[in-house]
């Protein structure tokens, strides 16, 4: 077997003849044999540094060698086996129940949400009128916060587990099957709820549960060793159930709060953790086309993208969740917060471009929190929130243009923004907290002028604000068994958890955790 590269003009298809003439050639077979050889497409990705181009890379075999082909594992009947919780339905929450489907366990899990698609309408809620359900909304629900946040698939590092088994699995319920080769993969926030539901119907149908609007209220350990799990149903005040389990995964999402304040009040340990906070930048995509594109963008390319990280006085800042062709949503889990996020459709084809750009937070940077101990941060997080949205009294965002906000002088004007509940003119840069604004301050003109010449501009607007990057608060687990550090079968699992941070790595995640049981 060897490696080869191949590389051909965006909108031509690499054809047959091109491959097998360049395994032959890398091999040293003879032309006469090219129909012979074997070949697998591993990666895909643009090249626009010269030419715009496709860049691939493929495995080549010859004709008495074998191609190893990966194959999944079956899932087992589980109707009558033992049930092991999940709290969450979530990336760490599916495919923990997926890989306990063929371990033979019967996957229960609790889900405080709705279904993926009755939690469209909450959602449509809370952007048109600005009602938030806080059990309900674009981080909680089936599927978790990436079903609504594009579907992007970028952890391509092995170092987690193997990556083969989350995205086949995502493959054999409806994802396209490029994402087996993108180097940037994702599959869109319309096509990712059928493939959130696919899953569902096969944990069921192999006899799995799911309970929607059951959120988690209490965890007890009881003298035996298994774990009473009591779930509260929203949609019904007082409507208590208890769950028993032998053990216990835990993949709430990085916005559970209220699972970080149980621990706290039951003395389990949980851990402040460093996380970032910032803006929301939103471009015209036509922009980004033409700087990342170099001006030679056309209407066949795939929507350009961009990311960035660089160090400002001791503290990264970098881009986030970027969404190409996409648009900003509303992600508050509370009344009297607001919080955005970025999403986009499988085509990608809105006339705007968004990104987190955000900095990095420590504990120590914020020694007047220290009070709140473990969950520091997490206050921390809340007040930054909260101070948005005193300013509006509402879900608008406060906003500013890019180069007035590192000018420090108020916008005259605002550009149109896809944000549907509207942005409010505000001093941006004296809402953020001042370790957050300055460093942002010098971040975009470096970026404008280093790396992506056109970036730094007063027509890109930036929005206040994205907290929601990843947890404030660590669960600590033993690095082997990956139980909680004091509490044997309970697996903190995920982003939540502090451990994963996106789909792919938090799905890894769930599938670790459901391996050690």
């Given at each position: 077997m060897k490696e080869i590269e191949i590389t051909c003009k965006l909108g031509k298809?690499?054809?047959?003849?091109?491959?097998?003439?360049?395994?032959?050639?890398?091999?040293?077979?003879?032309?006469?044999?090219?129909?012979?050889?074997?070949?697998?497409?591993?990666?895909?990705?643009?090249?626009?540094?010269?030419?715009?181009?496709?860049?691939?890379?493929?495995?080549?075999?010859?004709?008495?060698?074998?191609?190893?082909?990966?194959?999944?594992?079956?899932?087992?009947?589980?109707?009558?086996?033992?049930?092991?919780?999940?709290?969450?339905?979530?990336?760490?929450?599916m495919f923990a129940a997926l890989r306990l489907l063929m371990n033979g366990f019967k996957p229960v899990i609790l889900e405080r949400g709705k279904d993926v698609h009755a939690r469209k309408y909450d959602m449509a809620k809370l952007s048109r009128e600005g009602v938030v359900n806080p059990d309900s909304n674009y981080c909680f629900g089936e599927g978790g916060a990436g079903t609504f946040s594009d579907g992007k698939l970028y952890t391509r590092s092995s170092k987690r587990g193997d990556i083969r088994e989350v995205l086949h699995q995502l493959v054999r319920f409806g994802a396209d099957p490029?994402?087996?080769?993108?180097?940037?993969?994702?599959?869109?926030?319309?096509k990712l709820p059928t493939v959130v539901e696919n899953i569902r119907k096969c944990i069921i149908e192999h006899g799995g549960e799911y309970h929607f609007d059951s959120r988690v209220t209490d965890i007890v350990k009881r003298p035996d060793g298994a774990f009473d799990i009591t779930v509260s149903d929203p949609e019904s005040a007082g409507s208590l159930t208890v769950y028993t389990s032998r053990k216990v995964i835990l993949a709430t999402g990085h916005s559970a709060r209220d699972i970080y304040e149980m621990f706290d009040r039951k003395?389990?340990?949980?851990?402040?953790?460093?996380?970032?906070?910032?803006?929301?930048?939103?471009?015209?995509?036509?922009?980004?086309?033409?700087?990342?594109?170099?001006?030679?963008?056309?209407?066949?390319?795939?929507?350009?993208?961009?990311?960035?990280?660089?160090?400002?006085?001791?503290?990264g800042v970098f881009s986030f969740c970027m969404c190409p062709g996409g648009i900003l949503v509303p992600a508050a889990t509370a009344e009297g917060e607001l919080?955005?996020?970025?999403?986009?459709?499988?085509?990608?084809?809105?006339?705007?471009a968004n990104s987190g750009v955000v900095v990095q937070i420590e504990p120590e940077d914020f020694p007047e929190y220290a009070q709140h101990g473990p969950l520091a941060l997490l206050q921390f997080q809340k007040d930054v929130e909260r101070k948005m949205f005193e300013y509006t009294g509402s879900l608008k965002a406060p906003a500013q243009r890019m180069m007035d906000f590192c000018r420090r002088i108020p916008s005259t004007g605002l550009p149109q923004t896809s944000y549907h509940p509207g942005a409010a003119n505000a001093p941006l840069h004296e809402l953020l907290p001042e370790h957050v604004s300055l460093r942002l301050k010098y971040a975009f003109p470096q970026i404008g002028n280093k790396k992506m010449h056109g970036y730094y501009t007063n027509d890109?607007?930036?929005?206040?604000?994205?907290?929601?990057?990843?947890?404030?608060?660590?669960?600590?687990?033993?690095?082997?068994?990956?139980?909680?550090?004091?509490i044997s079968g309970l697996y903190p699992c995920g982003e939540g958890a502090g451990y994963a941070g996106g789909i792919v790595s938090s799905a890894l995640d769930g599938i670790n955790c459901a391996a050690k049981i």
């Open positions: 298809e690499l054809s047959e003849e091109e491959i097998q003439n360049a395994a032959i050639k890398a091999l040293g077979m003879s032309p006469k044999a090219k129909a012979q050889v074997k070949y697998r497409i591993m990666r895909r990705s643009i090249d626009a540094r010269t030419d715009i181009l496709y860049r691939y890379r493929l495995e080549v075999y010859k004709p008495d060698e074998v191609m190893p082909e990966y194959v999944l594992e079956e899932y087992k009947d589980v109707t009558n086996a033992e049930p092991i919780v999940i709290v969450g339905a979530g990336p760490a929450g490029s994402i087996l080769i993108d180097a940037h993969p994702h599959i869109g926030s319309d003395g389990w340990e949980i851990q402040a953790k460093g996380f970032a906070l910032g803006v929301r930048v939103e471009h015209p995509q036509s922009l980004i086309n033409k700087i990342q594109y170099h001006g030679k963008y056309q209407p066949y390319m795939p929507t350009a993208e961009y990311s960035f990280v660089t160090q400002i006085e001791g503290r919080v955005l996020n970025g999403m986009s459709n499988s085509a990608r084809n809105s006339k705007w890109a607007l930036l929005l206040g604000v994205e907290s929601r990057t990843s947890s404030p608060v660590r669960i600590p687990r033993d690095p082997e068994t990956l139980e909680h550090t004091q």
